[in-house]
Every structure is written in C-alpha cells, then in structure tokens.
C-alpha cells in the first residue's frame, strides 16, 4: 500500500515518506479527523499534508469523478512546487481551481501550486482541489484513496485520504 | 542611530489581553443587532416565463410542477466536482434545518449540461444528497433560455483532448421562488443554509 515508486528521491524526501505513511496508517482509525498532525513537529523541516480527504461520489457505476482536498504544509528552507497527482482508482488526477467572477463559476487546470519556504496553502472546497477523473469504483464514506503527490523537485508524498460523505454535518 | 525597539510591558500586555477578550464577547441578547440576511429579495417578484423540461424520473416537468411550493434552485452539472455538490450538500443542510416546513419546499437542481445529464444520472445525483431533490435537464436549446430567465449563464470548455470530458462555466446563485413560482429572492453563491433557511420561511 505505501511504497516508493521511484528511487531518485532525495534522502529527506524518503523520511518524509516514511513518516507520512505512518501518519497516514495511525489516521485510518478517525475518519472525521485525519492527519491533523505533521510526524515531523518541530523536527525535521519537510513538506507534509494535513486534513486530507475525498469527497463521496454522487453515483454509483464506474467512471465516476470527484474532488480531494488537503493542506500542504512546507517547513522546508526552500520552496515546494506541487505538479500534479495519482490516485488509486482514478484514470487521471487533474489540479484544478474554482474561482468566481462575480456570480460566475469558473473552473480551470492549473499547472501547479506554490508552497513557498515555511507557508501552507490549502486545497479546499470552492478554491484549489484536485479533481479525480475516471474512477474505477464509486467512493463511499470511510473508504480511503491513498494519494500520490508529485512535487516539482522530484519529492513524492503518499497520502491515505479518507472519503467523506457528501453531506457532512 | 539606534532606534529603540517597541517593547510590550506589563500594563501593555494587559490591555492587548482585553482588547483581544472583548473582540470575543458576543453582542447582547437584548439587544438585537439588525445584520441584514444575505440575498436579494426581488420586490416585486418576477414571473418567469413557463418552460417544459424533463425531471429525473424522466416526466416533464414545468413550473406548474413548482406553485403551491416554494422552491429552492440551482443551476450545475454532475460532472462539476467542487461547487456543486458543495451547494446541494447545503440544499440538505437546509432542509433539515426547516424541519417539517420542508413538505412546503421543493429542492431544485438544473442542469446546464444536458448533453451529459441524462435523467438517469440526475437521478443518481440529486438522490445522492436527498430523496426529495428534483433534478431537472433538456435540450441546450430548452435549458438556455429558462437559464437566462433566472439571470443564470453558462458556458461549456472546449473538451480536454483525450478523455472528452469537459467543464462548464456558469452562474453559481441560489434562488428561491415563491408559491406563485415567481423569482423572489437571489442568494449569492456562499450563502449559509442557515440564512438561506431564514429567508425562506418567510416566504412559506
């Protein structure tokens, strides 16, 4: 379930990994909460992803798509550049960005997104998300979907996030 | 030249401790401040034209289907994945906020992509959030113009090569008609169920 998928990471990177994938491990229990603290608290500077979590699809036959959201926190001392995503069951992962013009919804690719040098930037309903395309499976709540997250410097983040109900009280 | 830096003493440290306890207080009960509810409420409403679109049951359905019922209206699409579901999850919030008003109320969801939005995906969608809600679709032909009586315009992206799918750009308000199916007040995107259900009691 957690690997490393390829083996030009930075030695750092691998920690941080490491470290995510037990915090995501320790965060399968809470599904209302998950992933609330960084392992590497004032310890190792890394980039590390907090309240991560997927929306619920709305239907049920496979070729479904939603959104996931979470916040990436950089205690790096330099900039952090997130490209792009995988998601397990997902054909594609795409970053996209709702912005409103007026009343006017627009929504659009973007080529990535800045997480500068100690700054957290949060990928959150109705702003920056990731749109999962093409699952293979329609997401129910307490399932996870371990995400793959691609940073320009070569750094990849793995990540369980956990669905959440479409409606949440 | 050395210029001293600020430095917070003691009484210093106690007054910003009170300034930042105050900003805390909440206002007092007896007296009510008059915060306007967010949305604009059209006076008069306005009739909109009739239009026969078909319902995710596969029915027609018109705005004779809405009088004698307030209604709570959305345009999107099932394939919008942020503000969409974000806005019918909030259609729930205030229906049950409305407790048993909410016979009264019908939840109305059209689509602006009726060449993706069959009824039959409209159905698993707006069923995903709540039993009640109607899903409504049709022709671009037919939807454009009921849209455009709401003040709503959308606009499809032109398909991402490969996958086809695409996005759609379009108006994001809220809008509650009245029992005469008029369009009586205009929720800016955002709103909170709470202010939205306010405002719509007062309107049963």
Redesign the interface.
Known sequence: MIGLRRSRLHPWAVWMVIGLGILALAGCGGADNPATATPTAGGTPAITVQDAWVRATTGTEPGQMTAAYLTLVNTLPHDERLIGARAEGAGAVEIHETTMQGEMMHMAPVSGVDVAAGASVALAPGGLHLMLLDLDRALVPDDTVVLTLIFESGLELLVEAPVRPLVQE | MIRPRPRLTLPGLVLLAAVLAGCGLAPDPAQPTATPLPGTVLNPPRVLADFTLTDHTGAPFGLDDLRGRVALVFFGF??????C??T??DF??VKTQLGSATDEVAFVFFSVDGARDTPE?LA??VR??DPDFIGLTGDDAVLRPVAADFGV?YQA?AP?SG?G?Y?V?????VFALDREGRLAIVF???TPPDAIARRLRALL
Do not use: E, M, N, V
């Open positions: 099932t394939h919008c994945p942020d503000i579901p974000t019918l999850a729930k919030q995906r698993a969608y995903a959030f315009y992206h991402a996958s799918s996005l750009d379009h108006t994001a308000s800016p995107y955002g």
